[in-house]
């Protein structure tokens, strides 16, 4: 039980060493490539900047876009709804031309 105790442990301390070892070396790594990603940020700035002016010179026509399109879309719904209700609506209106025609007209006095 002891033995298999001290290989896990020497495990973990190996692990523990080559972690920090990898961790040195994504250090070093990133260090020796910064100046190369400063110089391609610099290099990358005016596109970005660009970018940026034309999002922000975008947003009034696609806010105005998105509001007309949620007005058609409300319209187009409106319409789902109350075309069905057509055939209803001009049985009703027959119903009551013809009950109308029926009856007489109430005296008024």
Do not use: C, H, N
């Not at 298999?4 to 920090?20: D, I, P, Q, R």
């Not at 660009?50 to 010179?57: A, K, Q, R």
């Amino acid at each position: 039980m002891l033995e298999v105790l001290s290989v896990l442990v020497m495990l973990a301390l190996v692990g523990l060493v080559l972690g920090a070892a990898l961790l040195a070396l994504k250090l070093l790594v990133m260090l020796l490539l910064l100046p190369i990603k400063l110089a391609f940020g610099l290099l990358v700035l005016p596109f970005r900047l660009l970018g940026w002016l034309f999002g922000l010179l975008m947003l009034p026509i696609l806010a105005v876009g998105g509001v007309i399109l949620m007005i058609v879309a409300a319209l187009g719904g409106l319409a789902f709804v109350l075309v069905p209700l057509v055939p209803l609506a001009i049985a009703g209106v027959v119903i009551w031309l013809v009950v109308r025609a029926v009856t007489s007209p109430a005296v008024a006095g």
